[in-house]
């Protein structure tokens, strides 16, 4: 990914600014999730770059999943200021100051470099929460679909080549089912740098080896 412009500097931002914006332009997907500090940048015509990572909280009242945007770096959101007009920005509300190396000297600029470096950084954590959120679908839609355990056991017998999947340890491997162990569980052997491990699988987590 790369970022536009030349002239990015770092700000320190103020406690509380780096949270989630309580409104947002519905008609604006970008904006659903944006922080307080890129909201102010925003409105004054400022490009602003806060790396960040997405986890999901489940509301303890409405038992509903919620997207929740957190800052890579607490403290710190990143500007692109072709005009370098530092005191305008300062100005902002929730905008402590800008990075400088000394007090006499001006504020630390980043390369193209720098700033593309954190938002592949931060594409590799939205893509990995993309995938934990659709493992945690499809293991709750397996959960509302499950098949009686001597059902799962006639699909996995003694012998029947699975791999482990849906966000289980060892998740991608093939494993050699051996038979029923405890609690909706099976026996399977998967194979690691040369020997053989015996592991205690989920039948959930087992799908049929194409």
């Known amino acids: ?31 659903r999730l944006e922080s307080i500090i890129e909201r102010n940048l925003r409105t004054e015509g400022i490009e602003c770059f806060m790396p960040s990572f997405r986890i999901e909280k489940k509301h303890h009242r409405t038992k509903q999943w919620m997207e929740k945007r957190f800052p890579m770096l607490v403290g710190y959101a990143f500007v692109n200021l072709p005009r370098m007009n530092f005191e305008e920005v300062r100005a902002i509300d929730g905008v402590m100051c800008l990075l400088k190396p000394v007090k006499e000297m001006p504020p630390v600029s980043f390369s193209l470099d ?21 493992q945690r679908i499809r293991h709750e839609a397996a959960k509302d679909k499950k098949l009686p355990r001597r059902q799962l056991e006639k699909m996995f017998p003694p012998n029947t ?20 162990s405890s609690r909706g569980k099976v026996k399977a ?4 740098l040369g020997s053989f491990t015996s592991v205690d699988i989920p039948l959930e987590n087992l799908r049929r080896a194409s």
């Open 1 to 31: 990914m790369k970022a536009a412009g030349t002239y990015w500097y770092a700000i320190r931002v103020k406690p509380g600014f780096q949270r989630m914006a309580s409104k947002w332009d519905a008609a604006n997907e970008e904006h």
């Open 114 to 134: 720098d700033i593309g470096s954190l938002m592949d950084a931060e594409h590799e954590a939205y893509e990995r929460f993309l995938k934990q959120r659709e």
């Open 161 to 180: 080549t699975a791999v482990i999947a849906d966000g289980a340890p060892f998740e991608g491997m093939m494993a050699r089912v051996l038979g029923p």
């Open 189 to 192: 052997v998967i194979e690691m």
